[in-house]
């Protein structure tokens, strides 16, 4: 097998799982992706690989897009920053049960860098809201579930980051700021 066809099998394996939702299938190919492609450009040359990786992030902003709740969906107010990773969401919620992915989405490496400051403030007339940070294929982080105020500093792995924040019979407001 030459090393372009070796590319586009990758590149279309990638892809459709992506597509299917496997998401901890996917996350380990993408974390493995910079081994595999460093192995092809050592056959063929450096100019696949780095197409292949324009094409991988291309992909994967497709992909990570998806994942967010859409503008119509939202309870709230969304403003994106620089990018979907940071931006500030304002929302009431009457009664609310459902969850929202609000920032985030699939990079092998962020242009901006792998931190961000996460400023929330979340108050709980009734019900249960949970803010929360998910990382690939690990369990959501907490960051904040009861009145008050959280502000801290989380750095980014490889793959795939959202935060959002699940509701249960939720009544109350959050207003978030991540830079």
């Known amino acids: 097998m030459t090393g372009k066809r070796i590319l586009c099998i990758i590149l279309i ?22 081994k595999i492609l460093d192995v092809a450009s050592d056959t063929v040359g450096d100019t696949p690989k780095n197409t292949a990786l324009d094409i991988m992030d291309a992909l994967n902003e497709i992909v990570g897009n998806t994942v967010l ?19 500030t969401y304002s929302a009431e919620y009457e009664d609310f049960s459902k969850t ?33 940070w998910i990382s690939g294929s690990e369990k959501p982080v907490s960051l904040i579930e009861t009145d008050g105020t959280y502000k801290e500093t989380i750095t980014l792995s490889s793959g795939s980051n959202y935060i959002g924040i699940e509701c249960e019979d939720f009544t109350g407001s959050m207003e978030l700021n991540i830079k």
């Open 69 to 87: 709740t859409s503008e119509s969906s939202l309870q709230g107010e969304r403003t994106t920053g620089i990018d979907n990773y940071v931006g």
């Open 13 to 34: 394996c990638m892809g459709a799982l992506s597509l299917s939702g496997c998401n901890s299938i996917y996350q380990a190919l993408s974390d493995g992706t910079e």
């Open 100 to 132: 929202e992915y609000l920032f985030g989405g699939v990079d092998v490496e962020r242009e901006q860098g792998n931190e961000l400051t996460v400023e929330c403030v979340l108050k709980v007339d009734s019900g249960t809201a949970k803010v929360f």
